[in-house]
C-alpha cells in the first residue's frame, strides 16, 4: 500500500529565507508524486508534479521539489519565501496501476508560518 | 470558465442525520472524486465515479455513497451521522484517463453536533 510521510508538522521560516519542506513516500515503483498548497477554509492548490523525466520539477509561486528515488523522498523548495506563502502544504502519491486509477494518498501536511 | 463548485460551502448536522454534498466538475470533465479531510490531516479519498457508476473507492463504511449524474455533476452521501464524520469535503474532477490531473473544488465544511 503506498504512503506518504510528511516528518515536520509546524515549520517557522523568515520572510526571505529558504525554505525546504520534508516528504518520503512509500510505494512499490516510480509513483507520481505532488505538492498542493490550502489556504485556511480553501481547498487544495496544485504547486507542481513528477510523473517521469528530469527529476528537478519547477512549479509555480516560485517553488521546486527534487524526486530521489534512493531516499523515497520528494522535498519542497523555495530560495526566498513571501510571507502570502504561509499555508498548510501537502505532499501526495498517486498510484500508477491502472485497478487504483486516480487514487490519491496524502501526508498529513505541515504548516507554514513565515515571520516578518 | 468556472472550475470545480462545490455546495454548500458550510452546514452543520445532527448525529444521526442524513447530509447530501454537491459538486459540479470543471468544464469538459467527466469524473468526479471525493475526499474527507478532517481536521489536522490530509485529505482521504472516499471514492471516484466515471460514466455515472463508482469506479474506485477508498477505505469508508457503507454510509457514505454518491452518485453521478448525466451532467456529470456528482453527490456525496452519508447516513447516519457520527461526530467524527465532521470534515472539509472536498470534490475534484478530472478526464478519466488523466485522474491525477485532477482539479479541486473550495470544499463543504460539515459539523455534526
Known amino acids: 500500500a503506498q504512503s506518504v510521510t510528511q516528518p515536520d508538522i509546524h515549520i517557522t521560516v523568515s520572510e526571505g529565507a529558504s525554505l525546504e519542506l520534508r516528504c518520503n513516500y512509500s510505494?512499490?515503483?516510480?509513483?507520481?508524486l505532488f505538492w498542493y498548497v490550502q489556504s485556511p477554509g480553501q481547498g487544495l492548490q496544485l504547486l507542481l508534479k513528477?510523473?517521469?523525466?528530469?527529476?528537478l520539477v519547477q512549479g509555480i509561486k516560485g517553488f521546486e521539489a527534487e524526486f530521489k528515488r534512493s531516499q523515497s523522498s520528494f522535498n519542497l523548495r523555495k530560495p526566498s519565501v513571501h510571507w502570502s506563502d504561509a499555508a498548510e502544504y501537502f505532499c501526495?502519491?498517486?498510484?500508477?496501476?491502472?485497478?487504483?486509477?486516480?487514487?490519491?494518498?496524502f501526508g498529513d501536511g505541515t504548516t507554514l508560518t513565515v515571520k516578518p | 470558465d468556472a472550475g470545480v463548485t462545490q455546495s454548500p460551502t458550510h452546514l452543520i448536522k445532527t448525529r444521526g442525520q442524513q447530509v447530501t454534498l454537491r459538486c459540479s466538475p470543471k468544464s469538459g470533465h467527466d469524473t468526479v472524486s471525493w475526499y474527507q479531510q478532517a481536521l489536522g490531516q490530509g485529505p482521504q479519498f472516499i471514492f471516484q465515479y466515471y460514466e455515472e457508476e463508482e469506479r474506485q473507492r477508498g477505505n469508508f463504511p457503507d454510509r457514505f455513497s454518491g452518485h453521478q449524474f448525466p451532467n456529470y455533476s456528482s453527490e456525496l452521501n452519508v447516513n447516519a451521522l457520527l461526530l467524527g464524520d465532521s470534515a472539509l469535503y472536498l470534490c475534484a474532477s478530472s478526464l478519466w484517463g488523466a485522474q491525477l490531473r485532477a482539479f479541486f473544488g473550495q470544499g463543504t465544511r460539515l459539523t455534526v453536533v
Open positions: 510505494y512499490g515503483a516510480t509513483p507520481y
Open positions: 501526495a502519491v498517486g498510484a500508477r496501476e491502472a485497478a487504483n486509477a486516480g487514487k490519491s494518498t
Open positions: 513528477y510523473f517521469s523525466g528530469d527529476t
